[in-house]
Each structure stands twice: as structure tokens, then as C-alpha cells.
């Protein structure tokens, strides 16, 4: 009992608060990086399953499934990003940018979900090339 | 030709039956952030698992009588009260995923959210427990795994440059973008997934429910040094298939449906149908295998007759225990507790604990009491040393690096 007490206190202080204030630009500029990284992975994931599909090489349950799970999770992205205090003037003019990019990949990863979820793949090759322009934008927003 | 079908069917079962849910979600997520360099690790756990299960077939082979149940004698109550409390608790954490895995292989199939079909998922692996005989659950599950290999097929469709591949096999490195810290952490994750004790609690505990003596060594130890390391292939092949289409694309691993994705551009729906068969299949022979294990590791402790080859008034309490932790991982599954996280944090806990139990199985190994003249030989025992200094260290560095790391963030 002891044991999986210390355990779990251990393994609970991993957590990282998710919506942590950042004191300085430089850990603004850190949280970004990491939603960043985040967005584009749900974005990837998002454009990777849509391709198959139009391809004819996924089913639409599994990448109705497939795209649900990233839409989720890249909503939970935003939202934690957005709920950060940008600690100075700087870091809410990045707030704004970055949040114009994410919203715009949310909303192109939605309607993905929702034409698969249809059962078609209608207009699913101009949201590719949008999901991979998101990508490229979410690149721009964190310095090399 | 009476010896070879029970040899070549347990090499087989051994094959398909050597991934679960850790497998598949560690190799992915290791392959689609740190591509071949951490390759490797999936070596030294292979190997690690060989010797951990040799030892423990052996043992139940040799005595007649599970690991758990010799360990309490040999080393007294509080060791095995330890090595239970360590293992019981991991052991439920990996169920919960594997039954999350289950549910969540149906729902890439059904178009339903995973959450509705955990109790399925959880009914169904109380079902199979109860109603199939031993050696078909194990060799039915084993067998359907073999599905898996998809991911070999795919691997070699994508065509990857095989000279690149092979120079970050053997030249491993962390990438640029990642810390010392973080490329352990993974390294102690891969290796708690290759090396979880649950596997050693069934394969031991499944040689006294098949009534293996002396004469199944030859079956045993081809299963583990056949079978396990062409299992390892499997965990690799995953690892090769997010490295060559998730990595490129800037697509981390955080979900099970992303796993076959690069199955599914490689090779088309057959591919993925394939893949997710050898998902279900690899998940729910796990639940399956966890499940048993919990009602073995406490039955053996406490001295409760235990398992199927007896009649199940005449196991009660074990099968009490075996549904009971069924119900439990069913509700924390219920819960909506993101899986994968659950899985990364049993794997990882899994390395930590790995001493408490690979230590007592060494030393009731090489016990003449317990082994008559079966003990260990020096190779075996050298190699199982060197095990045993590697998992010390791993021990004690997981926790500190979980906490650096904040869980591989």
C-alpha cells in the first residue's frame, strides 16, 4: 500500500498542468513550440487517413474513427494553449497569430470528420491541400 | 512428426502472441518521434524476455509448480507480499488497457465510440476465461496474431532505403530535437513493454496448467528462443512502418487507430483489415493473459488452488479474483482515461518493478531443492546476471526520468 502511495504521488506529480502560467516569453515561446508540435500531429494524422481514403486504401469506420480521435485531441491542443497568460505584449500579438492558424486547422479537420463521417469524399482533396497549407503554418509560427 | 506439430504450433502461438497493447503503442510512438534509434532496446528486451521466460519455464517444468507459488516458499511472505503488491498492481493497469485496446480495435470497425463496447470487450474476455479450455484460448489468440505480420508486408511495400535503415539500426543516436533524458525514457519503456511481468506470471503458470514435466523443455525452449525473438520482429516491424510514413509526416503516436495507418497506405483496406484483426487479437489475447495472471498471482500467493484444469467450484476463489480484476479494469477503462496514457504508465511501472520480480525466479532457478540437477548453467547464469545489474539500473533510473522527463512530454 505504501509502495503504490508513492507511486502515485510520483507518477501524478508527472503530470504537467496542462494550462501552467508562462512568466516569461521564453516559456511562452516553449508552450507554443509544444502545442506546435501537438497541432501538427492531429493535422498529419488528419491528411495521412483522408489520403487514404481518397485513395481508396482506408475504410471510411476506421478513418471516421481515425479523424475523430485527432479532431479531439487537437481541440484539447487549442484549448489548453489558449487558456495559457501570455506574459507580455509580444506574447499576445504570438497568441493571436497562432491561434488564427490553429483555429483554421481545426475547422479544416472538422470538416474532414464530417464528410467521412457522411460517407463520402467529397471535397475531401481541396481539404488535404488545406491541411497540409495548415501544416506549413503551423511550421512558420515557432522559430527554427 | 508427434513432436514437431506441438513445437511448430507453440513457435507459432509464441510469434502471434508476443504483442499487446504496449507493444503496439510503444514501438509506434518510439518509431513515429525517435525513428531506428531506439531499435536497439527492442533487442535487449527480446533477449531479456528469453531468458526471464526460460528461467520461469523451466522452473514450472521442472517443479511442477508456478513462480509465484515457489517464490512465497523460497524467499518467505513479505518478498512475495512485495513482489504481489508490485506486479498485482501493474498487472491491473495492463489490463485495463488491454481491455481498452479491444474495445478500441472493434470501434476502428464498427464506427462506434470505444467507450460502449468496453463492457462488451470485458464480458467477452470473462466469457472466453470461462467457457474455453486453456490451450485453445492460448493457441487461438496466439495463432490470430500472426495477422500482425502485415506489418512486415508493409514494410517491405514502402520500400524504405535499406542501407539508410540499417545505418540508424546500428548507429544509434538521439535526434536533434530531443533530450538524453527523453531518448532513456523511451529506451525504459520500450523495454518494460518487451519485458512486462505478466508474460512470465501466464507462461509459467500455463506450464503447470498443460501439465509440462521434463520431457516439454524441448517445447518450452523453442517457443522462447523461436518464438519470442520472431515476436520481436513483430514490435520492430511496427516500430519500421511509424518511422517510415508517421515520422516524415510530423504525426506522433497518441491513439491505437494510428497504428495500422501506415499498413493502411502501404498496402490498401485488405492491409488494414489484416492489421486490425492482429490488433484485436493481440489485445484481447493479452486482456486474456493479464486477466489470469491476476487470479494466478493472488491465488498462488495465498495458496488457493488455482486455474482452469481444475473445475471451477473447485478454483473458486480464483476465479472470483480473475473477474473481479476483469470488472475493475472495465470500470477505471469506463472511467475515459486516455488508454495509451495508461499503457505508457504500466510499461514504464513495469521496468521499475521488473527486480522485485525476475530476482526470486533467479534464484529459485537455481535452486537444487526446487531443480535437481536442472539448475541454471554458467551461460545461462551469466547472462541473467548481467539481466539482473541492467534491470537494477533501469529501476532505479525510471522514476527520477519520468519525473525529469514529465512522462516522455
Known amino acids: 500500500m505504501v509502495l503504490v502511495s508513492v507511486v502515485a504521488v510520483l507518477v501524478l506529480g508527472c503530470v504537467q498542468n496542462p494550462a501552467a502560467p508562462a512568466r516569461t516569453a521564453d516559456a511562452y515561446l516553449a508552450a507554443l513550440d509544444k502545442t506546435v508540435g501537438a497541432a501538427t500531429s492531429s493535422v498529419a494524422t488528419t491528411r495521412l487517413a483522408a489520403e487514404a481514403l481518397v485513395a481508396e486504401r482506408a475504410t471510411f469506420p476506421y478513418v471516421g474513427e481515425t479523424v475523430s480521435g485527432a479532431e479531439d485531441e487537437l481541440g484539447s491542443t487549442v484549448a489548453t494553449f489558449a487558456s495559457i497568460q501570455p506574459p507580455d505584449d509580444g506574447s499576445v500579438d504570438l497568441r493571436a497569430d497562432a491561434l488564427a492558424v490553429l483555429d483554421a486547422a481545426q475547422e479544416h479537420v472538422s470538416a474532414v470528420r464530417i464528410i467521412v463521417r457522411n460517407g463520402s469524399t467529397d471535397g475531401l482533396d481541396a481539404l488535404i491541400d488545406a491541411l497540409s497549407a495548415d501544416a506549413d503554418a503551423l511550421a512558420a509560427l515557432v522559430p527554427a | 512428426m508427434k513432436k514437431v506439430l506441438p513445437i511448430f504450433l507453440g513457435i507459432l502461438t509464441a510469434i502471434g502472441g508476443f504483442v499487446d497493447m504496449g507493444d503496439l503503442v510503444a514501438n509506434a510512438a518510439v518509431g513515429a518521434r525517435f525513428g531506428f534509434s531506439l531499435a536497439w532496446v527492442v533487442v535487449v528486451g527480446v533477449v531479456g524476455i528469453v531468458v526471464f521466460a526460460e528461467l520461469s519455464g523451466r522452473v514450472a517444468a521442472v517443479s511442477g509448480r508456478a513462480v509465484f507459488d515457489l517464490v512465497r516458499e523460497r524467499l518467505g511472505p513479505v518478498a512475495g507480499a512485495l513482489n504481489l503488491g508490485a506486479s498485482f498492481f501493474i498487472n491491473s493497469l495492463t489490463l485495463v488497457a488491454e481491455i481498452a485496446g479491444v474495445a478500441i480495435a472493434v470501434s476502428l470497425v464498427a464506427s462506434v465510440n470505444y467507450l460502449f463496447l468496453i463492457p462488451v470487450a470485458a464480458f467477452l474476455v470473462w466469457l472466453v476465461i470461462w467457457r474455453m479450455p486453456f490451450s485453445v484460448l492460448e493457441q487461438v489468440f496466439g495463432l490470430l496474431g500472426l495477422a500482425l505480420l502485415v506489418f512486415v508486408v508493409a514494410v517491405v511495400k514502402i520500400g524504405p532505403d535499406w542501407g539508410d535503415v540499417i545505418h540508424q539500426v546500428t548507429h544509434p ?116 493473459e493479464t486477466a489470469l495472471s491476476a487470479g494466478y498471482a493472488i491465488a498462488q500467493y495465498f495458496g488457493w488452488q488455482w486455474g482452469k484444469f481444475v473445475r471451477p467450484r473447485d478454483a473458486a476463489r480464483f476465479h472470483l479474483v480473475v473477474l473481479v480484476a476483469i470488472v475493475g479494469a472495465m470500470i477505471v477503462g469506463l472511467a475515459g482515461i486516455d488508454p495509451v496514457k495508461v499503457t505508457e504508465y504500466s510499461i514504464v511501472l513495469s521496468a521499475a518493478a521488473l527486480p522485485l520480480t525476475y530476482l526470486p525466479i533467479l534464484i529459485v532457478a537455481n535452486d537444487p531443492t526446487y531443480m535437481g540437477e536442472r539448475t541454471c548453467g554458467r551461460i545461462m547464469n551469466a547472462i541473467a546476471t548481467v539481466y539482473l545489474v541492467l534491470l537494477v539500473v533501469v529501476a532505479v533510473a525510471t522514476i527520477p526520468l519520468m519525473i525529469v522527463t514529465r512522462a516522455g512530454a
Not at chain 2, 180 to 201: D, K, Q, R, S
Not at chain 2, 254 to 270: E, F, S
Request: hydrophobic share 60%; aromatic share 12%; proline share 5%.
Open chain 2, 173 to 288: 543516436a538521439v535526434p536533434e530535437e530531443e533530450s538524453v533524458w527523453t531518448y532513456c525514457y523511451y529506451a525504459i519503456a520500450l523495454f518494460g513493454a518487451a519485458m512486462t511481468p505478466y508474460e512470465v506470471f501466464f507462461f509459467s503458470s500455463g506450464a503447470v496448467e498443460e501439465h509440462w514435466s521434463t520431457k516439454d523443455l524441448a517445447v518450452e525452449r523453442a517457443n522462447v528462443f523461436v518464438g519470442f525473438p520472431l515476436g520481436g520482429l513483430l514490435s520492430l516491424a511496427i516500430m519500421a512502418c511509424a518511422a517510415l510514413v508517421l515520422l516524415p509526416a510530423g504525426a506522433e503516436v497518441d491513439a491505437l487507430a494510428q497504428v495500422p495507418l501506415p499498413v493502411a497506405t502501404a498496402i490498401g483496406k485488405l492491409g488494414l483489415a489484416v492489421a486490425l484483426l492482429g490488433i484485436f487479437a493481440a489485445t484481447f489475447g493479452a486482456a486474456l
